[in-house]
């Protein structure tokens, strides 16, 4: 069910209603890097682990805090993996042991197959990936906000170097006027992003969000060799199980 509606969300740009026990940063996270992005990037290889970290504030002081890590890799021809157990997503939480939780996603564009690897029952189910393109997947796709939305506001914060990546920061605040959502006070909702060009991933992103907390995502131990073939492939001894054509996503 997680996946079908995380894949279903990336694909209409829909958010998920509400913090919900969790909190948006596990959806964001799910939803934002795991290889429904509609995007192949060729190239620009590396093998890294992604982190993110939750923390939300009670109104009694009290504090919510949550950290969890994915591998995550690319390899020159575009293919993805993205591999994470979700223990911390809600009734999911009680599939902790062993390989129980665990979940694997392998975006093939070459061969136009996208996989999603369930390592505790040995299964993979795979789906057709109908590709559109071309297009030039060297330059960086420049990240917009919604068209007239009055209520944001975006600044250029330049460039730095994280993790040894020149990256490029941009930071956009949406306001929720008072009176709204039911708040007394006006809101500002904070999204800080550093991007790379050269890798055209986001190196390191931080959500605040007085509602709900802050989400703070980074690429740590970026290695830019090419990775190992094999992280691509479903295992030989899976069983597969063939779903509905994914749809088109840009080449």
Do not use: C
């Not at 392998?106 to 189910?125: C, E, F, K, Q």
């Not at 039911?182 to 959500?207: C, F, H, R």
């Amino acid at each position: 069910m997680i996946l079908a509606t995380t894949a279903g969300a990336s694909a209409q740009g829909r958010r998920f209603p509400g913090p919900g026990p969790m909190g948006p940063g596990d959806f964001a996270f799910i939803r934002g890097e795991f290889g429904f992005a509609n995007r192949v990037v060729r190239g620009a290889p590396y093998t890294a682990q992604a982190v993110t970290e939750f923390t939300r504030t009670l109104a009694d002081g009290n504090r919510i805090q949550r950290t969890t890590t994915a591998s995550v890799a690319r390899d020159s021809d575009g293919r993805t993996r993205t591999e994470r157990t979700l223990e911390a997503i809600g009734p999911l939480a009680a599939l902790r042991s062993d390989n129980r939780g665990k979940t694997v996603f392998i975006n093939d564009p070459v061969a136009g197959i996208g996989y999603v690897l369930d390592p505790s029952r040995h299964t993979v189910r795979q789906r057709q990936i109908a590709l559109r393109g071309p297009r030039n997947s060297q330059a960086p796709r420049e990240k917009r906000m919604p068209a007239g939305d009055p209520a944001a506001k975006s600044e250029d914060l330049g460039a730095q170097v994280i993790q040894g990546i020149t990256v490029q920061g941009r930071r956009v605040t949406r306001t929720i006027p008072a009176g709204q959502a039911g708040n007394q006070l006006p809101i500002d909702i904070v999204t800080e992003t550093w991007y790379s060009p050269d890798l055209q991933v986001v190196i390191m992103s931080k959500a605040s969000d007085p509602r709900f907390g802050e989400t703070v995502y980074e690429l740590t131990n970026i290695n830019r060799a090419e990775p190992d073939r094999a992280l691509f492939v479903a295992p030989p001894d899976y069983t597969v199980r063939e779903v509905a054509p994914e749809k088109n996503i840009a080449q």
